[in-house]
């Protein structure tokens, strides 16, 4: 069954460095999102995506958050200069259009130093 | 604003029994729920999905009911395993926009051998 894959697992990275990560969505799905989950707390949305443009994001995505499609199979989450708060894991996920569920990747587990 | 509610936060049970977790939801204006489900460390798993219009929704030894009018929906376990154990998540889809997930803070579901 296809799946929605995200890379890497864990990224650790120094306050104020620039950070991407990745996920290749099912190849036939339409809309694309970006969730994350803080350590004990519950999972929030970020950003979708349709139609290569963002179609809603949410107030935690501000500008040092940046997402893109650059070929048609990645879609990738750039946070621009990572503040310790931002240490979470980061869920991509996918669908098709209609009644149909989202799915999720495994997800990038990102810890600020 | 959409608040997702998850009762109880933690629950334990021995194996072979039959068990209910709860989730409420402020905004009846919904467009699907979702269950999903979380193991430690891994990404989301869809159990069920229920559409705005529909009652209920089976698979296996999962049913989930939806009672959109009063907020509420319910996650039914048939004799329970061990294997069952993991975090349990609702989810409600927005009917606008993007259509994103707003999030529960989970059931921690333990099944005692």
């Known amino acids: 069954e296809p799946e929605v894959t995200q890379t890497p697992s864990h990224q650790v990275t120094q306050m104020g460095q620039e950070v991407i990560l990745r996920c290749v969505p099912i190849s036939n799905h339409l809309y694309f999102y970006w969730y994350r989950q803080i350590l004990g707390q519950k999972v929030e949305f970020l950003v979708s995506?349709?139609?290569?443009?963002?179609?809603?994001k949410s107030e935690i995505f501000d500008d040092q958050f940046s997402v893109e499609r650059p070929d048609g199979s990645n879609f990738t989450l750039k946070i621009r200069s990572t503040k310790l708060e931002d240490s979470a894991m980061y869920f991509c996920a996918s669908r098709r259009t209609g009644w149909v569920p989202q799915h999720f990747g495994d997800g990038t587990r990102l810890s600020i130093l | 604003k959409q608040e997702v509610t998850q009762i109880p936060a933690a629950l334990s049970v021995p194996e072979g029994e039959n068990l209910v977790l709860n989730c409420s939801f402020t905004?009846?204006?919904?467009?699907?729920l979702q269950w999903f489900r979380q193991d430690p460390g891994k990404g989301l798993t869809s159990l069920l999905l229920i559409q705005s219009s529909q009652r209920e929704q089976t698979s296996g030894r999962l049913n989930a009911s939806l009672d959109k009018s009063s907020g509420r929906s319910t996650l039914y376990i048939a004799a329970s395993q061990p294997g069952d154990s993991a975090t349990y998540l609702c989810?409600?889809?927005?009917?606008?926009?993007?259509?994103?997930?707003?999030f529960g803070q989970g059931t921690r579901l333990t099944i005692n051998p």
């Open positions: 989810a409600v889809e927005t009917p606008r926009g993007a259509q994103k997930l707003v």
């Open positions: 905004d009846s204006a919904i467009y699907n």
């Open positions: 995506f349709y139609n290569n443009e963002i179609s809603e």
